[in-house]
């Protein structure tokens, strides 16, 4: 594991990351989900594309890359093409799972493979309304901290600060960014996935012009045990 420092727009962003196979020519960028770090990434695909340089990167506010300002997903994607540009990197193809997904699609790169990705925005159950609802009610009458009893587990164990970017970046309508990206693109679903269901998948797909979808069992981290699955059809395509 190793650590760059980032400088961009006055802010400094301390950047964990890792790379395998580092002396092959071509690099392979991954890009973890909401709530997860770089970890996960290589445990689904440590062991495929050997020819290629891997590159994992907690994401900031995630796993060992610290966050103390609020910012959405397109600063997300400038500091990592700030990161990138540090490393003198130019990925031939990018993976993105769930909000990563977003971040990888913004990077606006040749080959874009899209895990389960977040970017549609699904209508909210009368239940999370609700919440909703009663948290902006009592919101003035408690301390800050008040927003963990009602918040989504996804920012459990997180701070203020990436509690406040997800309220930003869980409502982003990414449907003019896919329909407008030029990638040669591979969208992987697990189909049974509560998280982005697998009708954002299929808008996704119908989205992007040039698109291939495949579906799998499983949920959201259909992926983990799917990366030889994985390798295998992006290889009868792209390489």
């Not at 594309?49 to 060992?64: C, N, T």
């Not at 990888?104 to 790169?109: D, G, H, M, Q, R």
């Not at 896919?178 to 049974?192: L, V």
Request: proline fraction near 4%.
């Amino acid at each position: 594991m190793a650590k760059k420092e980032i400088v961009f727009q006055g802010n400094t962003y301390a950047l964990s990351y890792e790379i395998l196979h580092l002396h092959q020519p071509k690099t392979i960028l991954f890009l973890h989900g909401w709530g997860s770090n770089k970890e996960i990434m290589k445990q689904a695909f440590g062991n495929t594309f050997m020819e290629y340089q891997h590159l994992y990167l907690d994401l900031p506010g995630f796993g060992s890359s610290p966050l103390h300002s609020v910012i959405d997903t397109a600063m997300y994607a400038k500091i990592v093409e700030a990161f990138l540009e540090a490393l003198h990197v130019k990925p031939v193809m990018v993976f993105g799972h769930s909000f990563g997904g977003k971040v990888a699609t913004l990077l606006e790169p040749n080959v874009l493979v899209l895990l389960s990705s977040a970017g549609i925005v699904v209508p909210k159950s009368f239940k999370v309304r609700a919440k909703i609802a009663l948290f902006k009610l009592f919101k003035p009458f408690f301390p800050q901290q008040f927003y963990r009893f009602f918040a989504t587990k996804d920012i459990e164990g997180m701070s203020q600060t990436m509690y406040e970017i997800l309220k930003r970046v869980v409502n982003e309508d990414f449907s003019s960014k896919f329909f407008t990206c030029k990638a040669q693109t591979f969208i992987f679903w697990g189909k049974d996935d509560c998280a982005t269901p697998l009708s954002s998948g299929e808008k996704i797909h119908a989205l992007i012009p040039n698109s291939h979808f495949n579906v799998f069992e499983g949920d959201h981290f259909f992926f983990v045990k799917k990366g030889k699955t994985i390798e295998k059809l992006l290889m009868e395509f792209v390489f």
